[in-house]
């Protein structure tokens, strides 16, 4: 009797979850049948607007090489798959032609696309909910004065169920942020306020430098305490952080600006925001950025104390690295930047020294005709033991670190 109660019942709920989920599906994937927006802006404002984009780092996930200027296409690697940037050219059937001033707004702030279509944090949206609104309307008329580029975007690659969209109602209930993101450091001047706009909202900083929780939401009690960016980890940059590694607010705007500094130099991800973006800031944005990012009272940097590393390490050095990096790691310009007081080398976790020895590194060119030369990598010319041996006669020698990088961490990064 309780059993032919219990089966209508059963019934009726799953016909229920199955409409509900066919509305979410359609609202997610209904076309937009706006009309075309015709914006107008001042040679002015466009300026504006070109400035905040590249303080944004808009093209380094709407943009892809070789493509277009803003046309997307560009594949951010998560742990749940792979997402493209989209195409925020003006294109009304590819890109955001048919958005208006308040759609651009809400989808900038809230991640949410006119229609309801859910973006995924990809799209840094928790930090951008702050930015304000001269910001995004001189964004928004410099985007839509731009030519339209009539590209689609890539699909993602998602497997069920992280391509379902409307999963992201959920997501958004449980870690949509609407706050100012915690400060990391010490400051009340009018540099720091600046900075901390630039920092957290505009290059939204916290959203590589800050580790992330099983769904992917930051976990902003560690707030630029470094996190995972695929191959390589993005580093610490607290005042604490940056001055245990060597760091000087000098020095940290000049390799904001250029790429290099007595520390090294920018690769990865990081090469691609100096290229994009921070490049571009004023002299006052970037004294304002590195006030932040170290604080008022910036603490001293830390001195390391050195210790000659071990023969064999030292052997694989001279015969691998030092026609480059010099026999006393000094570098050589436009050619491998110094050992000696590297940055790299002087962080704790060695996931990306080893890992830049494993793999190598790209050419890469920085502004002011400066460039780096390509690095070869030596996954198969060093067995896990040697390349134990050279990393930590890097540590020891160069990052004031202990020798303590073992064979079996070795094997652990290699990409089998």
Not at 272 to 296: F, N, R
Not at 325 to 339: D, L, R, T, Y
Not at 347 to 373: H, K, R, V, W, Y
Request: hydrophobic share 40%; glycine share 10%.
């Amino acid at each position: 009797m309780a059993k032919r109660r219990f089966l209508p019942a059963l019934f009726l709920i799953v016909v229920v979850l199955l409409i509900i989920v066919a509305v979410l599906w359609w609202r997610e994937n209904r076309s937009n049948d706006n009309p075309v927006q015709k914006v107008s802006a001042t040679d002015e404002q466009i300026a504006r607007g070109r400035y905040a984009a590249r303080a944004a780092d808009c093209a380094a996930c709407h943009t892809v090489e070789g493509g277009g200027l803003f046309a997307g296409g560009f594949p951010m690697e998560t742990p749940f798959g792979t997402v493209h940037g989209s195409n925020i050219t003006p294109s009304a059937d590819y890109g955001i032609g048919r958005w208006t001033r308040e759609d651009f707004h809400r989808a900038v702030r809230e991640g949410i696309t006119p229609g309801g279509r859910h973006l995924y944090p990809a799209m840094p949206y928790n930090s951008y909910y702050m930015m304000s609104d001269q910001d995004l309307d001189d964004i928004y008329a410099y985007l839509m004065t731009r030519p339209a580029i009539d590209v689609p975007t890539p699909q993602n690659d998602l497997p069920f169920p992280f391509n379902q969209r409307f999963l992201m109602i959920g997501w958004n209930l449980l870690f949509q942020n609407k706050d100012p993101l915690p400060a990391v450091s010490s400051g009340d001047s009018e540099l720091w306020v600046r900075g901390r706009y630039l920092t957290d909202v505009m290059g939204h900083c916290a959203e590589c430098h800050t580790p992330r929780g099983m769904f992917g939401q930051m976990d902003l009690a560690q707030s630029l305490k470094g996190g995972t960016l695929g191959r390589f980890k993005a580093a610490d940059i607290t005042p604490s952080g940056l001055a245990e590694r060597g760091w000087t607010p000098g020095d940290l705007g000049q390799f904001l600006a250029t790429g290099t500094a007595p520390q090294g130099s920018a690769f990865s991800e990081m090469h691609m925001v100096v290229a994009l973006s921070t490049q571009y800031l004023t002299k006052e944005d970037m004294t304002a950025m590195t006030t932040y990012l170290m604080g008022d009272k910036p603490p001293p940097p830390k001195v390391a104390q050195l210790t000659p590393g071990g023969d064999k390490g030292r052997a694989q050095y001279l015969n691998l690295c030092a026609g480059c990096h010099g026999v006393s790691g000094e570098g050589k310009p436009n050619v491998a930047p110094a050992m000696a007081g590297n940055a790299t080398i002087r962080q704790g976790d060695a996931t990306n020294l080893i890992a830049s020895i494993l793999d190598g590194l790209p050419e890469q060119a920085f502004p002011g005709n400066s460039n780096m030369q390509s690095m070869p990598g030596f996954a198969r010319k060093l067995n896990d033991q040697q390349m134990a041996e050279l990393v930590n006669y890097t540590r020891t020698t160069w990052g004031g670190l202990p020798g303590d990088i073992t064979a079996a961490q070795i094997d652990a990064l290699r990409e089998h």
